[in-house]
């Protein structure tokens, strides 16, 4: 299948468009308000999906990049967050104007390879800059290859974690003699008794929270680090085949009830009733992206410390994550001088990303992670260690950040959570959910 031809199956699929001829060639003002394009305004056009905390982060960084070069432009645009995002994305490289640089979850790296929307990192120029392999997070760089070509630059990586109410810890006897951070933990046993200290010795009202009512993505974050300690992917092959461990599988959704079923934690509980519960000290510990961390931190009075989970029931830890990384585009036009700009800002962002970490991530451009300006940062040097344990999505063109897979499939470990159905009931429920995915007929070819 020709690049050209991938793309429109991508389109098709992802925004529920079929474009035009007329339309993919032309770049008229009609055609990128359809399409999200973006004309050649400035020496570098950037797009991302950062608000909040992070947005603020983000436009001290490029605001930086203009300070150090006065003589390069730079336009960033917002645009929406998920499925909207990388619509308008492929819609934009396919209409022959996308941005020069471009932020893109890795965990939805593969699909975007594949369409042929992204050129090889080898061929922008980056590595010139000193950008090489051997200076980022292993996790994050392999993620960001694919069929042994790299397409994306990681900037960070941002695990779920364990949170943690330090005066709560002291009073169950977990803090370590030093008072520096958590008692050793192994192990489901050390886990489930932690616990239950922080509940009976701690005082609190729950032992541990976690947003789980409509937070879909929350319960298969969880999920996929416990379940990742003991078997490999759901799927494999591109995401065309079920390679369920149904054993490992129901040892997680067993150990995941035992945590709801015994009112160590809530079966039911909303983003904000969990933040408002962790938040007044009435619950011990907290399971959450570390991207949570600047909401805590204005709480007066509130005391809190994050680590990476410990190993549950594999022997090693693990760490769900994903990584925001740092593309450009396709674009038979691009200018060998725009092609250098963008490689110049990619590592303009780099170089700044302790700036970046200010909302939690963790640096995944070593020189940064190694930096004084990031280990003077607490508590995100805590968990540092969770970055090299990362294990991502499958691969597959339906699974990544706000993907309807994630969505699916989390509906199925709400319901375990809950109580609603058993660990082998949601064995079965599982399968089903991923047989809906698998035997669906890929958009592009995948390797």
């Not at 983000?58 to 390069?72: C, I, Q, S, W």
Request: glycine share 10%.
């Amino acid at each position: 299948m020709s690049a050209a031809m991938a793309r429109r199956r991508f389109l098709a699929l992802g925004g529920g468009l079929a474009l035009t001829g007329g339309l993919a060639a032309c770049s008229s003002p009609l055609a990128s308000g359809l399409t999200g394009s973006q004309p050649n305004t400035a020496d570098v056009i950037f797009w991302n999906l950062f608000t909040g905390g992070d947005g603020a982060n983000m436009v001290l960084m490029e605001d930086a990049f203009r300070k150090a070069n006065p003589g390069t432009s730079l336009e960033a645009t917002i645009l929406g967050w998920g499925n909207p995002y990388y619509t308008k994305l492929a819609l934009a490289t396919a209409s022959g104007t996308p941005p020069d640089v471009g932020i893109a979850h890795l965990s939805r790296l593969p699909l975007l390879a594949a369409a042929g929307l992204l050129e090889p990192v080898e061929h922008t120029g980056i590595g010139e800059l000193g950008v090489t392999s051997d200076r980022f997070t292993p996790a994050a760089w392999e993620k960001a290859t694919v069929d042994g070509t790299t397409y994306a630059v990681p900037l960070d990586t941002h695990p779920f974690v364990l949170f943690y109410n330090v005066d709560l810890a002291r009073k169950a006897g977990l803090l370590a003699p030093a008072g520096d951070g958590l008692v050793p933990l192994k192990g489901k046993e050390d886990f489930l008794s932690a616990v239950k200290a922080m509940k009976e010795e701690g005082g609190a009202q729950y032992g541990a929270v976690m947003s789980i009512t409509a937070d879909p993505s929350t319960a298969w974050r969880y999920f996929s680090m416990i379940y990742s300690g003991l078997a490999g992917p759901l799927v494999t092959d591109s995401g065309t085949r079920i390679s369920i461990d149904e054993e490992a599988m129901r040892e997680t959704f067993a150990f995941m009830q035992s945590l709801t079923a015994g009112g160590l934690m809530p079966r039911s509980l909303n983003g904000s009733g969990a933040n408002a519960l962790f938040s007044t000290g009435k619950a011990g510990f907290l399971f959450d992206g570390e991207w949570q961390i600047p909401s805590y931190r204005l709480v007066k009075g509130f005391r809190f410390d994050v680590v990476p989970f410990p190993a549950l029931l594999g022997p090693e830890p693990v760490a769900y994550a994903d990584s925001h990384a740092l593309v450009v585009p396709r674009n038979a036009g691009r200018s060998a001088a725009r092609t250098r700009d963008a490689a110049r800002f990619i590592k303009s962002l780099l170089d700044d990303s302790a700036v970046w970490a200010q909302g939690g991530h963790i640096p995944a451009w070593l020189p940064t992670q190694r930096s004084k300006a990031f280990l003077d940062q607490s508590p995100q040097r805590n968990y540092v260690r969770a970055a090299f344990d990362a294990q991502y999505d499958p691969a597959a063109w339906y699974t990544g950040a706000g993907s309807d897979f994630q969505s699916t499939v989390g509906s199925t470990i709400i319901d375990v959570l809950s109580g609603r159905t058993s660990p082998q009931g949601a064995v079965a429920g599982m399968r089903a959910d991923l047989k809906r995915y698998t035997t669906a007929r890929p958009p592009v070819t995948m390797k």
